[in-house]
């Protein structure tokens, strides 16, 4: 019963490219969110939205961008991707919203940029 | 802004109990979770803790806290080697939608 996925496991771009990390939902939630996480630094917030073309800037999103275009679907855009974009991105689809929430994630696309 | 830290490794011996711990800084949070991130995969939701309790137990896991230091910790007992893992401390934000900040994650390693 797969709830989050994100289109691809594990990618390879070259410097400069502009590469798109997909990821979709089948819960009808609202709030979706990316993180990147790496090591010693936990997951950070990229950017969420909490409802279809709304997008809010999270702790570093620096050289992403977003699209949220239907309600199950929150893409991040690396308009041109840089070394220090390698690191694993996870994508959340948050139940709630208010006092109690739950978020479900994407088994995680690891991205490595040479 | 807000921030939640955890130590980043752990390493027990199978059977013993296991204690992660944790500080967080939003006064304002209403719930406490605690996620488990296994190999490969992404983050689950493990238990969580309302914030007028100041205890919560679920089978092997007890979760503790201390709202006046702002202290959460995890406690696994009879730790399995299945249990090897990286786990996370999360606090939401009330007034940001539930937004949820992480720590840093704590890897347990479980040796038999």
Redesign the interface.
């Known amino acids: 019963d797969v709830k ?1 996925t994100q289109s691809s496991r594990y990618l390879v771009k070259r410097t400069g490219e502009k590469v798109f990390l997909e990821c979709v939902q089948d819960m009808d939630h609202e ?1 979706m ?1 990316w ?1 990147r996480q790496d090591p ?4 950070r ?1 990229i950017y ?1 939205s ?1 409802d279809v073309k709304m997008k809010e800037k999270g702790d570093i999103p620096e050289g992403y961008s977003v699209s949220r275009e239907k309600k199950e679907r929150f893409s991040l855009i690396l308009e041109s991707a840089s070394t220090n974009q390698t690191s694993m991105y ?1 994508c ?1 689809s ?1 139940s ?8 479900f ?4 696309t690891r991205l490595t940029v040479v | 802004g807000e921030d939640v830290e955890q130590s980043l490794f752990l390493s027990v011996r199978e059977g013993d109990s296991s204690v992660i711990n944790c500080t967080y800084t939003d006064s304002s949070s209403t719930y406490l979770y605690w996620y488990k991130q296994e190999p490969g995969a992404g983050l689950q939701l493990l238990t969580y803790i309302f914030s007028n309790m100041d205890m919560k137990q679920d089978q092997r896991l007890t979760v503790l806290l201390n709202k006046k230091d702002k202290h959460l910790s995890l406690r696994i007992a009879d730790t399995q080697t299945g249990d090897s893992a990286i786990y996370f401390c999360a606090e939401s934000i009330v007034n940001q939608g539930g937004k949820l900040i992480f720590g840093q994650g704590t890897e347990l390693s479980v040796k038999p």
């Open positions: 989050v709030n969110f993180y010693g630094l936990g997951l917030l969420f909490y996870l959340a948050i709630g919203g208010g006092r109690y929430t739950e978020a994630f994407g088994q995680g």
